[in-house]
């Protein structure tokens, strides 16, 4: 096997996300102009940025067209960022090799008129990075929505050193099927929960065993990750945590994912670092025609709305409600958290996480000059905040990592078993594998519990 190399001496890397659910908004205008800028300024150290990637869901916005003016402009007038290349993909773009039928022309027309899809730019200079073709190999979807899908692009350094981008949206059904379920119980549902995210993540994992993964190689996903707030119960009452954190958390999930596929012993971390859910700044279940310009966090709605000395939110107990004028005006919400399903409370789903072997992300570490993220208020017309995120790569000496079980632990063994296995869940909640995925459907109750009934 290809061995990793050693980076003796520090080198960093510049990089920008910028990630965005559309949720298929019309007004345009002012969203051209913010992204035209946010490719163009300089890193934060007023240097050039080496690698830009914007990841776009629901996306209706014709991003080809975006991109040929913008490097149109740049042909006269080089940008500080210092950027010269604009790679740009959609979903929903004809594979040359398919054949024509009419199914999918209609469902490809309904998809960018009305719904949206994935679309992405990865920005660069070519005398940092080079790309490699292989986007056909990079492409995958989660259900037969299309607009649940993961496209990526991979470019190269010099000495090797692969950076592969997918931007993505997660599939929600599944995940928000646990959430409402009075099925499966309080003390339960977290971990139900994790192995529904974790089930995704491994998806991701597979598609890259199936092409020439090197050890040399990270695997950067951005987008609508739809992680979900989750109150967890314990012995003396209930604490709000984040799915995804709690995956990444879980050393022994980690191991499990990759447990039977060709991959190097590695694991996803998170580029900004949260010690809990209350530190997550809120951009999902916003009020679309609201504009707050300050941060607003998990942790302050929780600390209004939840206490963690009574039981989980459910049949028995619910959260304490608040003011219009609180959750509307303060905070920028349509409704008021107490009130919402379980799948709606207001969550931080715009992320990036990335994926590497143990053996390089042991040589990474990363600064981040603004402190973290960053929510962009001031764009209304979706349910989701804009987030942009710039972060310094810098690879050196190694460091240790938190130990991780080997495939051979009996939990890890176990743990496998259920990611693998679509009957695990089946058994809790009776639900078909075969629906078509949508995104955050209302469920009624009559339905909901015609789905959800369990086995007898």
Not at 140 to 155: C, M, R, V, Y
Not at 246 to 270: F, N, Y
Not at 428 to 438: H, M, R
Request: aromatic content about 10%; hydrophobic content about 40%; overall charge neutral.
């Amino acid at each position: 096997s290809v061995q990793c190399f050693r980076f003796t001496e520090p080198t960093s890397i510049r990089l920008r996300f910028f990630n965005f659910n559309m949720a298929n908004m019309a007004a345009l205008d002012p969203f051209v102009g913010m992204l035209g800028q946010f490719l163009s300024k300089p890193f934060a150290d007023a240097s050039k940025v080496d690698v830009t990637f914007v990841a776009l869901t629901e996306a209706r916005f014709k991003m080809r067209d975006f991109v040929k003016d913008q490097l149109g402009t740049w042909r006269h007038n080089m940008p500080e960022s210092g950027m010269d290349t604009l790679l740009h993909r959609d979903a929903l773009k004809k594979n040359p090799t398919a054949t024509w039928n009419p199914f999918t022309w209609c469902r490809k027309k309904v998809v960018q008129h009305c719904v949206g899809n994935v679309k992405t730019v990865l920005g660069f200079r070519k005398e940092a990075f080079k790309k490699e073709e292989r986007d056909d190999q990079l492409f995958g979807t989660f259900t037969f929505n299309p607009e649940k899908a993961f496209l990526g692009t991979s470019i190269v350094r010099d000495d090797g050193l692969r950076l592969c981008f997918f931007g993505t949206h997660f599939p929600m059904q599944r995940l928000q099927s646990v959430l409402v379920s009075n099925k499966i119980n309080d003390s339960e549902k977290l971990m139900a929960a994790k192995i529904e995210y974790a089930r995704v993540l491994r998806e991701v994992l597979c598609r890259a065993a199936a092409w020439n993964f090197s050890h040399n190689t990270v695997i950067f996903v951005q987008g609508d990750l739809n992680s979900r707030t989750v109150f967890d119960h314990h012995e003396i009452g209930s604490q709000a945590k984040d799915v995804l954190l709690e995956v990444l958390k879980d050393t022994a999930l980690m191991a499990a994912m990759t447990s039977d596929l060709q991959l190097p012993k590695g694991r996803w971390h998170e580029v900004v670092p949260f010690n809990g859910v209350n530190e997550m700044p809120v951009t999902y279940k916003v009020d679309p025609k609201m504009c707050i310009q300050r941060q607003v966090t998990v942790g302050d709605i929780l600390n209004r709305v939840h206490d963690p000395a009574q039981p989980p939110p459910g049949a028995k107990r619910t959260l304490t409600s608040v003011h219009r004028n609180e959750f509307g005006n303060e905070w920028g919400l349509k409704k008021d958290p107490a009130k919402v399903k379980a799948s709606h409370f207001p969550a931080f789903t715009e992320r990036v996480i990335y994926w590497a072997p143990d053996a390089l992300s042991s040589q990474m570490s990363w600064a981040l000059p603004h402190g973290g993220y960053e929510t962009l208020g001031h764009i209304d017309g979706s349910d989701h905040r804009p987030v942009t995120l710039e972060a310094l790569m810098v690879l050196g000496p190694q460091h240790s990592l938190p130990p991780m079980p080997s495939r051979e632990d009996p939990e890890v063994k176990e743990l496998a078993n259920r990611l693998v296995s679509k009957r695990w869940l089946d058994k809790l909640l009776c639900y078909s594998e075969t629906s078509i995925d949508g995104s955050d459907m209302e469920l009624k109750t009559s339905s909901s519990d015609e789905s959800l009934r369990a086995v007898v």
